[in-house]
Each structure stands twice: as C-alpha cells, then as structure tokens.
C-alpha cells in the first residue's frame, strides 16, 4: 500500500512539475492550450446535452406516432354461462295450516311431528262426547218425527173413508191433511238436522288433505278449540319449492322454466336441481321485492321446509359461440359495427389494424356474440391507448389463453 502511494505522488509531482516548467517558458502558448482545452470541454458537453434533450424525445415522438399499444385476444368458440345468484328458502309445494270446522276440546294426535301421513288417515281429533250426544238425539227425533208422519197419513186413510159413509164432516178431512203436511215438514227438519250432526260428528276428526308430513303441532291435547285457531302444520309431499325474493330492477332477467341449482348448508357436497315455475306479478312495496318459486328436485326428501338455501339462476347458456368485448366494437349510427383485427407483421408482436365488418348476436355481460365476420384464431383488439383505424400501425401483447368467467349478479 505505501508502495502505491508513493508511486502515485511521484507521478503527480512529475506532471505537476513539468507543467510548471512548461508555463514558466512559454506563458502564452499554455494559456493557449488551457483555453482551447476549455472550449472543447464545453462543446462536448453542449453537444451531449442537446442529443439527449432533442433527439431522443424525437425519437420516441416517432416511435409512439407510428405504433399504437394494444391488447389483443385469439378469435375461439367457447361456452358461456349467465348466472344470478340468490339466498332463499325451502317450502313445501303445499303447505297447510290445519283447523277444525267446529269447536271442542282437543283429545288427541294419532301421529307425532315429522311423521308421514297418507290421505284420509286421522292427524287428530276431538272429544266426542257433545257431538255423539247431539247426533244420537238428532236421530231419535227423527225417528219419532217419521212415526208421527206414518201416523198422520194411515189416520187420513181412516177419515177419508168414513168421510165417503158420510160419517164425518169435511173439514176433520182437510184437518187430517193439514196434519200430514205439518209431519211431513217436522220430518224433513228432523233429516237436517241429524245430518248436520252426523257431519259435525265426522268433523271431530282431522283428516290429512293428501299424502304428506305432520310438520308441527301447536294446539296440545287438552286445550279447548275454535274454528279460528290453527291446530298444527301439514306439508304435502306434492313436492318441494325454493322461494326467492328479487330485486325490482332485477326481475327482467327472471323467466318461466330458466334451470336453478341449489345448495343447502345441510348437504354441502350435494347439488339440488330445481326450475322456475311461478313469478309473483306483485311487487313488495316494502322490500321492492318480487318472490320466485323454484319447483326442487327432493324425491330422496333431504330438503325440509324452512331451511336456508343458496341458489345460481342459469339467465342464458350459450354453446361455442365467438365473444368480444363490447367495448371494442365500434358502431357506425346502429347501422353497421365494426371489430378492429390485427393483421400480424413479420416482425413478432407488430402488425396493422384492419376495421372488420361483423354481424353481432346477443350482448351477454361485458361481451357481445359475433355471428359472423371473424376467423378462428384472428387476433382482436380488446384493449388500447388510442384511437383505431384502418391501417394504423400497433404492438400487441397477446392475451393469455384463459376458460369463459361467467358472469354472477
């Protein structure tokens, strides 16, 4: 290290001394040469600073001038799906608050809750007693009104003979025939009055409206009941809705027979099919709401009313069909579009933009169908930093290849 210092003040001290010499014998000649060194210095930078100033930003000026930046796509078929998604519950098809026709004290349930019922049988019944009481005396009264109706018609039989022997005056007649006629109206009323018991009598028992499941039972054996009150839940196993409420402004995309599939948090792994089957034509004035019902597929019965459910409307499906972005498509007054296609130079990742005439199909989300006027594996414009036209030059990035994302409300 000394070695190198002293090497290197040496060397300093020996041009420094021969400058020293050489300006000590010729002043003028070095203050020449000191000055001419000077000017050339500045020029030199001078002239640095104006390329870097002028003719790189000229350059770039003419780069960016003669090639727009944009992002390209391949022309494929692809599959795509619109779906809307919802949060709903699941319903029985037919659910029924079950009451009696007529009051009584409740005696008992033939069935427990969650117990399959078949039409007709017996879910309940009341006590009994009152009704058989009433009809049993609904039948004697008719039964004795029936005597008295026979008995008004053999007496008529007997006055109307002796009233031929001239051995009763007319008017017992007419009053023997008043009699059948007043019997015969008693024996009427009587009839109604032991059917209307009889039926009271049948309508002690509550009877299942169809083959389905005792839900819920809310009235105990033993308490007292009335027309009004709602003795338990039957659901018929008719089948099984999912009921959604819509948004307003959502319910244009809805539609009769539009495919659902469902998702319940009891059975994570299992997808439920289902279809739209009704439409409220109503909206909810309150929630501005609208309520679907989707008819399930729950022929294993593992969906039970009340439970919360997600489901994926399935709005449009459509099969190998061209997609473009509708950003990109340039529309001249509705009348004719256009779809701006790379036409590749030889130089990778360079080409010109032709302005493609195409026939469009449905918009679907963010995209639009091109029925026709694109090949299989053209390159189209699906992003850019300026305006495009026929004939403008561009550098392109391909985008990578990626499956259809539908699109989820």
Known sequence: MEKIKYFFYSIKDSISHSIENYRARSPRAFKRIVYIAAVCMFLIFV?????????????AEESSESYAQVKAMRVKKEDYT??????????????????????????????????????????????????????????????????????AKERYKVYEEMYNMKALAESKLHE??????????????????????????????????????????????????????VVCKFISDRGTNFEVDIPEKDIQKIAVGQKVKILSDSYPDKEFDGSIIEIAPVVNVRT?????????????????????????????ELKGVVLVPTDSIVSLNNAAFLVPVIIPDLKPGEGVVQM??????????????????????????????????????????????????????
């Not at 007043?182 to 028992?205: M, P």
């Not at 499941?213 to 009335?226: D, N, R």
């Open 176 to 229: 023997a025939r008043f009699e059948i006629q007043a019997a015969e109206s008693r024996v009427k009323a009587a009839k109604s009055e032991l059917e209307l018991a009889q039926s009271n009598l049948k309508k002690t028992n509550l009877a299942a409206p169809s083959n389905g499941i005792l839900a819920e039972i809310i009235i105990k054996p033993g308490e007292y009941v009335t027309p009004q009150d």
């Open 356 to 409: 493609r005439p195409c026939t469009l199909g449905d918009k679907v989300g963010e995209k639009t169908v091109v029925i026709d006027g694109l090949n299989m594996g053209e390159l189209v414009v699906i992003e850019t930093n300026g305006q495009l036209s026929d004939g403008v030059k561009v550098k392109y990035t391909e985008e990578a290849e990626s499956e259809a994302i539908p699109v989820d409300y």
């Open 288 to 316: 501005r709401t609208s309520t679907v019902k989707v008819n399930v597929d729950n022929s294993e019965g593992q969906l039970r009313s009340g439970m919360f459910a997600r489901g994926t409307i399935h709005l449009k």
């Open 82 to 151: 619109d779906k809307y998604t919802v949060m709903g519950t699941i319903k029985g098809a037919i659910e029924n608050d079950m009451r009696f026709e007529i009051e009584g004290y409740l005696a008992m349930y033939n069935f427990r809750e969650g117990a399959k019922i078949k039409e007709g049988q017996n879910i309940c019944s009341l006590d009994p007693k009152d009704a058989m009481t009433k009809a049993d005396y609904a039948q004697s009264k008719y039964k004795s009104e029936s005597s008295a109706f026979l008995s």
């Open 47 to 59: 002239s640095i600073v104006v390329y870097l100033v002028f003719f790189n930003k000229k350059e």
